[in-house]
């Protein structure tokens, strides 16, 4: 099925598809039902038009039975987050749990604990009321996943189909070849991979194949319920930005502009951040946060009059996430050459979102990119695909770099501006929706004119 046509089906009918209502608690019952305490972040439809979209492109790619791991479900103290794959098409924070789609019976198969162990304590039963899971007959009903089975008939399941020649899919998060987890003791072991060092293990003639282009060609296109809950998100950071820029000044550290954004966020109905934030002055503007966050305090600098302050910040509102960029005077004014480069910044990040449209690719998108930057600033300019990276649940939402853009996309445009030979670094970044028509900026509330920037530095002076 032609790309375009299958984007056009799902986006037209996710539109139908209605929120979920949470539900209280009953009272008088000690033991905890799951749907007692939350609700599918969209409704039944949605989850199910995607769990029926990716059988059909499986379908067209070969078959097998994908494999969709969850989170383990334990944490360090921090709220739990779930898997982006595994809640793209369940909608379902359960731990330890994976989803099995298999589109030649194009059915989908819920592997659960059959009782959730987090809520088990037999020495506090007042604290630990225990929740089933697996044994929970209203979790099918809720979810909209008729076929749930205990996590215990998995392996049998497995067996099964690899005993009949049928090949596994699995997500690693990229192209190329499914690699196991590894023998690295510092490696990032996600659940995909000690997935499939699980099953290359225990089936040592298992064929397991890549389904990441699969996944990444429905998740690129947003639901109208995505992107509603993704306008929330891009709106709560612009002003949480503007909140936090309005107490930028001489010896304020970039701490305290860090607490500023992320209290702002938090009031505005944020559950979390989508990344840690990134506010750096003077010379820590000119490095990226890779470099930055290796030193325990390198975080915490006072700025300085004349100097910048970059913002690279975002929230997450229903495991949804923004990206946003904004540069800064700490002084309140710009010098002649700092308004220059912003302008020469945001000339270049406007002629990308003017391009915008559906049909176009990102290597076209760049291109017009480099074209638009003026020969002596082109070494100082990070231009890597086209300046920048598609967002929903990840910050860096899975994709395809050589399709064509398609109305109901959304990626960040920022084109990063290091110079070291200046001390002059600048950042613009936006998020940007691929309409019918060409894009619309979700974040055009937030000021990117040097003057009004330059305007909120100095609103509470």
Not at 76 to 99: C, H, K, W
Not at 240 to 269: H, N, P, Q, Y
Not at 416 to 443: C, K, P, Q, S
Request: net charge negative.
């Amino acid at each position: 099925m032609n790309c375009r046509r299958l984007s056009a089906i799902l986006v037209a009918l996710w539109a139908s598809a209605a929120p979920g209502v949470a539900q209280e608690p009953r009272s008088g019952e000690l033991e905890q039902r799951f749907f007692e305490w939350t609700a599918l972040p969209f409704s039944q439809t949605e989850f199910r038009l995607r769990r029926q979209a990716v059988i059909a492109q499986l379908q067209q790619s070969g078959g097998g039975v994908l494999l969709l791991p969850s989170a383990d479900g334990l944490t360090a103290g921090g709220t739990f987050r779930q898997q982006d794959n595994f809640l793209y098409f369940t909608g379902l924070e359960l731990p330890r749990s994976i989803l099995a789609i298999d589109p030649d019976a194009s059915r989908a198969i819920l592997f659960v604990p059959r009782r959730d162990s987090r809520f088990e304590n037999p020495s506090r039963p007042n604290d630990f009321p225990g929740r089933p899971l697996a044994d929970d007959v209203t979790l099918g009903r809720e979810s909209g996943i008729s076929d749930i089975r205990s996590f215990g008939e998995f392996d049998s399941f497995i067996s099964r189909a690899i005993a009949n020649g049928r090949v596994i899919r699995i997500d690693p998060g990229r192209t190329g070849r499914v690699a196991e987890a590894g023998t690295d003791p510092f490696g990032n072991r996600t659940p995909a991979a000690l997935l499939v060092r699980h099953l290359q293990s225990t089936y040592p003639s298992v064929v397991i194949q890549n389904s990441f282009s699969q996944i990444a060609r429905l998740r690129m296109i947003k639901s109208a319920a995505e992107i509603a809950v993704m306008r929330r998100a891009a709106s709560i950071t612009s002003s949480a930005i503007m909140t936090a820029a309005r107490l930028v000044s001489d010896g304020t550290d970039e701490r305290r502009l860090e607490a500023e954004f992320e209290a702002a966020c938090k009031r505005g109905g944020s559950q979390r951040l989508a990344f840690s934030s990134i506010v750096k002055s003077g010379p820590n503007s000119l490095w990226p946060w890779r470099i930055l966050a290796a030193h325990y305090d390198r975080r915490n600098r006072s700025m300085r009059n004349g100097e910048l302050v970059i913002f690279d910040v975002g929230c997450e509102v229903d495991y949804y996430a923004s990206d946003v960029g904004r540069t800064f005077p700490v002084s309140g004014e710009f010098t002649d050459e700092q308004r220059d480069i912003l302008r020469m910044t945001t000339a270049v990040s406007d002629s990308i979102i003017a391009a915008v449209r559906p049909g176009m690719t990102f290597r076209e998108l760049r291109a017009i990119a480099l074209s638009a930057i003026p020969e002596e600033h082109r070494q100082y300019m990070q231009a890597e695909l086209f300046f920048g990276h598609h967002v929903g649940l990840a910050v860096g939402d899975p994709s395809i770099p050589d399709i064509q853009l398609e109305p109901g996309m959304i990626f960040t445009v920022e084109p990063w501006y290091y110079n070291h030979d200046r001390n002059i670094a600048v950042f613009v970044e936006d998020e940007i929706l691929v309409t019918d028509g060409g894009a619309e900026v979700l974040t055009s509330a937030l000021p990117r004119t040097p003057e009004d920037l330059e305007n909120l530095v100095e609103s509470r002076r």
